[in-house]
């Protein structure tokens, strides 16, 4: 096997390239994995504006792969070469007080799992135990890929809790995580799906993957055009996944009284955020607020994908070389595309 490996390393805000550094070895308990498809992502932009909260440059980012496995670390013994897996970003440590009481999501020692865009990642040990999945065979690595993304939706789908015959807003309509939340609210029986956003192309993919009202809030005022179709209520469930204090603070306005709001989008520390404190104790609202998701949402988020009930291809906009992860991350931006796939071997 060769030494070195292509790899697109993260210097800093707008700052990438493509270097060649050495292939990673697996220690005892972790895995190496041959990436043959790793799709950009909602986070790749933000680190790529202007960097991670919690990863200083350089380093190799990319999270959303599938590939093989060509090499196992003393112990492993779930996996083995030439299986194809999928993993997520991070897992949970089982140990700490909060995961001790059900909520690994926000665990406090956290292992985490970037390098996707490369040719080959090690797999921590405790994600190869808790939070790697063998792809079948007839699941394209593109596809299995969407794991990450799927884990914290399946996460935010239980908090919010979406009933029969419900009106769903989606804010930051078009985007990934909106698309498999309008999948998933549709799964739940919601009644309506209204997707709220910017990017023509993306609210056409939300319309194909089921919503039943567009609202291109570059157009039209979102709080208005919600309550229209809501009989001047507003909406019974709204998502916000466009991550803006703007969005957050309109959501609040899109809901009905006695609705609930998610919050999905994270906003960047001592962002402050405006509500009307009336309209949410009188009117009773619920603001929910969610991150990542637990190793049992993983395991549910794999199998919504395995088995075909989230519809990923849609959300696939095109196929870029490892030499284009910026390239591809200014196509997120201008809002041109949904996610790109990069191949590390093309
Ligand atoms: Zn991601
Ligand atoms: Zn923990």
Request: hydrophobic share 25%; glycine share 24%; proline share 25%.
């Given at each position: 096997m060769d030494k070195e490996m292509r790899a697109a390393v993260y210097?800093?805000?707008?700052k990438i390239e493509l270097r060649s550094v050495p292939i990673p070895r697996p220690m005892a308990g972790e895995i190496l994995v041959k990436v043959r498809a790793a799709n950009t992502c909602g986070t790749d932009v933000k680190t790529y504006r202007r960097g991670h909260p919690k990863f200083s440059p350089p380093f190799i980012f990319g999270h959303e792969f599938g590939g093989d496995v060509v090499q196992v670390g003393e112990g492993v013994e779930r996996f083995r070469a030439g299986m194809r897996v999928t993993a997520n970003v991070f897992a949970e440590c089982g140990e700490c007080f909060y995961c001790k009481h059900g909520q690994g999501n926000i665990c406090t020692n956290l292992v985490y799992n970037f390098g996707a865009f490369a040719e080959y990642l090690v797999i921590p040990v405790s994600i190869v135990r808790k939070t790697t999945f063998e792809i079948p065979l007839h699941i394209p690595y593109a596809h299995a890929a969407f794991l990450e993304p799927l884990v914290t939706v399946v996460h935010g789908w239980h908090k919010v809790d979406i009933q029969p015959g419900e009106t769903v807003a989606i804010i930051g309509a078009g985007g990934p995580i909106s698309l498999m939340f309008q999948q998933l609210a549709l799964r739940s029986g919601a009644g309506q799906v209204i997707a709220v956003g910017h990017s023509a192309v993306r609210l056409n993919v939300a319309k194909e993957l089921g919503a039943t009202h567009l609202v291109n809030a570059k157009e039209v005022d979102t709080i208005v055009a919600v309550r229209d179709l809501t009989y001047g209520h507003g909406a019974d469930v709204v998502i916000e996944c466009a991550g803006t204090k703007q969005t957050w603070e309109s959501s609040v306005e899109v809901v009905r009284r006695g609705g609930r709001v998610l919050w999905f989008g994270g906003l960047p520390g001592g962002t402050k955020v405006e509500i009307d404190a009336a309209r949410v104790h009188y009117g009773e609202i619920a603001l929910l607020n969610m991150h990542g998701g637990t190793v049992n949402d993983a395991r549910e988020a794999f199998d919504l994908i395995a088995s075909g009930a989230i519809n990923v291809a849609p959300m696939i906009s095109g196929e870029l070389p490892l030499e284009q992860v910026e390239l591809a991350l200014k196509k997120m931006i201008a809002g041109e595309v949904v996610k790109m796939v990069i191949k590390p071997d093309s």
């Open positions: 210097l800093g805000p707008e």
